[in-house]
């Protein structure tokens, strides 16, 4: 039996298929795949299961099982990545205003770079605030996908990516292709050399990066686990904020059930409970 919906497929696809991969994925990154989300699963781990020549989606978990070193395919084909530059523009008004009244020293954390939109836009905000590119704020951006990550450290874009970014910023942050390379934008090195891109899985026993934080962006990624999972999260990360610091969350995510460890300051921005205003 297919789940509700699907279509006639290549290769057997069962409910039970389907609730086994969702099962395994919640045990590697914690993360819950909605009823939704079966054709999504279908069309992404199928490509897998050609590339490997195996007979279905049995074979293909059975062979997950018994191949650690797929695990990272799985995950990488399984999670969702949507970003744009500049998205949510109101957060990154919060940041020019942060680095404003803090002149100092100031550590960032990207805990979701993607394909390295954010942090880039980030990255951009500094360079403008400090009016230099070797400004004193360190960028550290993390992601499980590893194949997004390549794509954050390579720069490159299609050049509709830039569609509704101003023309100042094109021309001053980003290199446009000639000859085989129209089409497409590569980000200047200057900007480049301000992130600091790392694979990280939040539910890891040990994050290998090190706080104090003054500005933690994680957005539309804790919408993905149970709540349970994300108070885990959320205060492990209020652990690594200053006093002073600001978690910025996602337009979908809300933490008004965690006032004991984060008090709302703004459109879907929050301080440490026990912190100060900054």
Same mark, same amino acid.
């Given at each position: 039996?297919?789940?509700?919906?699907?279509?006639?497929?290549?290769?057997?696809?069962?409910?039970?298929?389907f609730?086994?991969?969702?099962k395994?994925?919640?045990?590697?990154?914690?993360?819950?795949?909605?009823?939704?989300?079966?054709?999504?699963?279908?069309?992404?781990?199928?490509?897998?299961?050609?590339?490997?020549?195996?007979?279905g989606?049995?074979?293909?978990?059975?062979?997950?099982?018994?191949?650690?070193?797929?695990?990272?395919?799985?995950?990488?084909?399984?999670?969702?990545?949507?970003?744009?530059?500049?998205?949510?523009?109101?957060?990154?008004?919060?940041?020019?205003?942060?680095?404003?009244?803090?002149?100092?020293q100031?550590?960032?954390?990207?805990?979701?770079?993607?394909?390295?939109?954010?942090?880039?836009?980030?990255?951009?905000?500094?360079?403008?605030?400090?009016?230099?590119?070797?400004?004193?704020?360190?960028?550290?951006?993390?992601d499980?996908?590893?194949?997004?990550?390549?794509?954050?450290?390579?720069?490159?874009?299609?050049?509709?990516?830039?569609?509704?970014?101003?023309?100042?910023?094109?021309?001053?942050?980003?290199?446009?292709?000639?000859?085989?390379?129209?089409?497409?934008?590569?980000?200047?090195?200057?900007?480049?050399?301000?992130?600091?891109?790392? %694979? #990280?899985? $939040? /539910?890891?026993?040990?994050?290998?990066?090190?706080? &104090?934080?003054? !500005?933690i962006?994680?957005?539309?990624?804790?919408?993905?686990?149970?709540?349970?999972? %994300? #108070?885990? $999260? /959320?205060?492990?990360?209020?652990?690594?904020?200053? &006093?002073?610091? !600001?978690?910025?969350?996602?337009?979908?995510e809300?933490?008004?059930?965690?006032?004991?460890?984060?008090?709302?300051?703004?459109?879907?921005?929050?301080?440490?409970?026990?912190?100060? !205003?900054?």
């Amino acid at each position: 039996m297919q789940p509700q919906g699907a279509v006639e497929r290549e290769f057997a696809y069962s409910k039970a298929d389907f609730d086994a991969v969702r099962k395994q994925l919640h045990l590697l990154t914690g993360i819950r795949l909605a009823d939704s989300k079966d054709s999504m699963v279908y069309s992404r781990l199928v490509r897998r299961i050609r590339a490997l020549r195996l007979s279905g989606f049995a074979a293909y978990l059975t062979y997950l099982d018994k191949h650690p070193e797929e695990t990272e395919q799985f995950i990488n084909a399984l999670t969702t990545n949507l970003t744009s530059f500049f998205r949510e523009p109101h957060h990154f008004e919060v940041l020019s205003t942060y680095l404003k009244k803090h002149p100092g020293q100031i550590n960032i954390w990207c805990a979701a770079s993607s394909t390295g939109e954010e942090p880039y836009s980030i990255a951009m905000v500094v360079a403008e605030t400090f009016g230099r590119f070797d400004a004193p704020v360190q960028i550290i951006a993390t992601d499980i996908d590893s194949q997004v990550l390549q794509k954050a450290q390579a720069g490159i874009y299609r050049a509709d990516r830039l569609q509704g970014l101003d023309e100042r910023r094109c021309k001053q942050f980003f290199f446009r292709g000639k000859g085989s390379q129209t089409g497409f934008v590569k980000v200047v090195p200057e900007l480049q050399k301000m992130v600091q891109f790392r %694979q #990280l899985n $939040l /539910l890891d026993a040990k994050w290998h990066i090190r706080g &104090p934080f003054d !500005l933690i962006f994680c957005r539309n990624v804790m919408i993905y686990f149970d709540k349970p999972t %994300q #108070l885990k $999260l /959320l205060e492990r990360m209020v652990r690594l904020l200053t &006093p002073s610091g !600001l978690y910025i969350a996602g337009h979908s995510e809300n933490f008004a059930q965690a006032t004991h460890l984060v008090k709302a300051i703004g459109q879907t921005t929050y301080r440490p409970a026990g912190g100060v !205003l900054g």
